[in-house]
């Protein structure tokens, strides 16, 4: 079934919130997200600010010890301005450098144009003014509820997701996290039309969206930490401070998984991803850091038939 999906409340926590849409196994639902300053893409304030999510839905016989997979099957910015912050989190650089600007300036207006796909600054100076940046739109913060009843911020992320940040989750893309509460209850938001790797100004390209998105329930499929695939690899994702401790439970995700749905013992997971992993970083900015890891499903093809 499709459903179409109008908003009427955002939640600025990630938990057992009372669900707007109960949904099945198969369903797409199409709907808007705001801003990660709640504004919507009439650039009215309707949220609070700090990452208000749309949702929760309710994906009917969802229980704990599932999955779900979630495929973002349509991206799209709403709106034609978005904006950035200026400066660099004062964590990714050493601590004896200070930035001097010569303005007060903090945040970027950008000029959206999606018949082009490009995103270009405006009110600056030169350089910048020749800036085109290509768009990549995906949502910055998306999860499940976590377990135990907790209402988690949209500032942070754990085993649920949340606001890990990570360009890769572009349309096309499927997702999967660890059921922990009846229903799973799905949200997202925190839309960027473009963002670099770790979000270091705190920021990507803040915009609206309109998303369309599938859900499947996967029965009996335990994972611990969330996994995705797109086309080319297999990804597991890891959140937490400081950035070691992601690096570690991302990689051991990444073990289970080869381990348990690809058939390879504990050598040969280890022999294969030694040499051929790949590591992405998603959010260095927030109260949790993200790291993804990455197998090639070229390579995982020509050693072993996923089960």
Known sequence: MNHQFTPEIYYNTIGSHEPVLRVSNGDMISTTTIDAWGYDAENNKV????????????IEGAEKGDSLAVTFDRIIP?????????????NVLDPDYYPEFDDDKVKIAWE???????????DVDPPLSNLRI?????PGCFGVAPPNGQAISTATSSTHGGNMDYNGFVQGVTVYFPVEAEGALFYLGDGHAAQGDGEIVGTGMEISFDVTFTVY?????TITWPRAENETHILTVGNARPLDQCVEHTTTEMVR?????????????????????EYDMGNVYDPAYTMVCKMPKRILGELVTKK
Request: with cysteine.
């Open 257 to 277: 998984w080869l381990e348990k749905d690809y058939g390879l013992n504990t050598r040969a997971a280890h022999t294969l991803m030694g040499q051929t992993v």
């Open 78 to 90: 709403n709106r034609k301005i978005a904006w950035t912050r200026c400066a660099i989190a004062p």
């Open 112 to 122: 959206l144009n999606l018949d082009n796909n490009i995103a270009r600054p405006l």
């Open 134 to 138: 290509p768009l990549r739109p995906m």
């Open 47 to 58: 949220g609070k600010r700090g990452n208000p999510m749309t949702g929760p839905f309710y």
């Open 217 to 221: 329930l996967q029965k009996g499929k």
